[in-house]
């Protein structure tokens, strides 16, 4: 035997390469004289290297891809661990452009905050701050007043109370009104909103028993009427808020749901979803009801979530009559779901924007994409495709492209609202492939793709993000 093979299968020319290697303690020698990689430290330094080596190895033995001498020369391999290096201390949460035209984007972290709200985390997180501490009276104080006053200024209710989310808030009430009793709840509100929440799943974690009526498509008070029983403790409306039943369809409204709680004493709750302030049919959108119609309506509970369209944190807010709001506070699972301040900082600045309709509208950003007019977004898109032309690669071509965006987060589920693309080609690329390499570009921009189109649609791009956008294009076209 001439050649003798610890692995079965390996040639010698593979042998060699791997007794080549250079080895761990040598790279990490060489990469402490590095500047660069000096300041690393140790372990993450080390596992580095490791992992490289390791890579190289079983890419030898794999045969694929061929692995050169070069390859692993000491420069290489320190090149490599510099690129493993940098993933390594990149952050896994990063910020993204959003070029869909979802505005309330689950996904892409729904509501952007308006400056007040962002000037007040920071200040609130960075000292300590009367988060439960009673200026007055100089002694321990509730998280919930920094937002109480506001909540029941904007929405006319008696009292108030936030969580962490609104699913939070519709579990804690449920938990607290009607653990052990039936909930009665038409069948065509038995909705699932995205990551697997689903109002059925909620009420029986919180205790509750789902007493369904009606069918999917119609209910009728009389469907109400005969589940009332001795065991019934709540009746629920859910705002079937991410998807529209339509054609042959019937539902009670909130106000005859509130007449038949107060004939049977029982308290009557509004899960609201998205929860709005501004009654969007004057900016030419959809009606979703507000707040305040619900409260007004006579809803014991009305629950809404904060980053929805409200444009606010996440947050879980609870509205409602002062007994019950009272009850809720004093729920142990209350902990639990307890807010953050940074959340409640975030949540006290929104809020405030409210006082004034037309202040809300121009300074948070959910509000004023949603109500941008399609002028607005053309302008935008105008210069987007201007830049790319001037600026750009000649492999690039763009057009402008009328399409529609839309309001995400469940919310105004059938609404289209009518926004300018720029629709981007690039030369040797398919739609497919430039969407990847946007979305891996730092910072990921994320399009859409519509009739074998890439699609950057402009209502959700924020006005500085627009070189970023013409550099990612560029960075694909090197790369692509
Ligand atoms: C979105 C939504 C929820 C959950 O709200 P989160 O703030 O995301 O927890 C609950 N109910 C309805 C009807 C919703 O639309």
Do not use: W
Request: proline share 4%.
């Amino acid at each position: 035997m001439t050649h003798p093979t610890p692995r079965p299968g390996i040639t010698p020319e593979q042998q060699a390469l791997l007794k080549k290697l250079p080895a761990v303690d040598h790279i990490l020698e060489l990469a402490g004289k590095t500047t660069e990689l000096s300041d690393v430290p140790r372990r993450l330094l080390t596992d580095s290297v490791r992992n490289c080596l390791d890579r190289l190895r079983k890419t030898i033995i794999n045969g694929r891809p061929m692995v050169s001498e070069t390859d692993i020369s000491d420069n290489a391999v320190l090149r490599e661990v510099k690129n493993i290096l940098k993933s390594a201390m990149a952050l896994n949460l990063t910020r993204a452009i959003n070029a869909t035209g979802v505005v309330v984007h689950t996904n892409l972290g729904r509501s952007l905050l308006a400056k007040a709200a962002l000037a007040h985390m920071t200040d609130i997180s960075g000292r300590y701050s009367n988060l439960e501490y009673n200026l007055a009276t100089g002694r321990r104080g509730l998280r919930y007043t920094a937002v109480e006053d506001i909540l029941c200024e904007l929405t006319g209710a008696e009292a108030a109370m936030v969580v962490n989310n609104n699913a939070g808030a519709v579990l804690l009430s449920l938990d607290t009104v009607a653990r052990g009793r039936e909930v009665i709840v038409s069948r065509g509100e038995l909705v699932e909103i995205g990551g697997a929440f689903r109002i059925p799943d909620v009420m029986e974690k919180s205790g509750a028993i789902l007493k369904e009526v009606g069918t999917t498509n119609r209910t009728h008070l009389p469907d109400y009427q005969q589940a009332i029983c001795e065991h019934t403790g709540l009746l629920l409306k859910v705002h079937t808020s991410n998807y529209s039943i339509v054609g042959f369809t019937a539902s009670i409204s909130l106000t005859e749901l509130v007449n038949l709680g107060s004939a049977h004493g029982l308290p009557v709750m509004e899960d609201l979803g998205s929860g709005t302030f501004v009654d969007f049919s004057k900016y030419g959108l959809q009606r979703e009801p507000t707040v305040r119609e619900s409260v007004s309506t006579g809803a014991d509970i009305v629950t809404f979530s904060g980053d929805k369209l409200l444009g606010g944190p996440q947050a879980g807010i609870i509205v409602g009559s002062r007994p019950i709001i009272e009850k809720i506070r004093k729920n142990p699972l209350t902990r639990a779901l307890r807010i953050d301040k940074l959340t409640l900082a975030a949540l006290e600045s929104t809020l405030r924007l409210y006082r004034d309709e037309k202040t809300a509208i121009s300074a948070i950003p959910t509000l004023r994409m949603l109500t941008d007019p399609v002028e607005t977004i053309e302008k935008k898109a105008i210069t987007l495709k201007t830049r790319i032309e001037t600026g750009g690669s000649e492999k690039i071509s763009v057009c402008l492209k009328d399409a529609a965006s839309k309001a995400g987060g469940g919310s105004l589920p059938l609404f289209e609202l009518p926004t300018k693309c720029v629709a981007v080609s690039i030369a040797g690329m398919s739609a497919a492939a430039i969407e990847i390499a946007m979305r891996n570009n730092t910072p990921p921009v994320i399009g859409r793709i519509e009739n074998d189109l890439f699609l950057l649609d402009l209502r959700t791009v924020q006005d500085d993000e627009l070189t970023e956008i013409v550099d990612a294009l560029e960075t694909c076209v090197t790369k692509g």
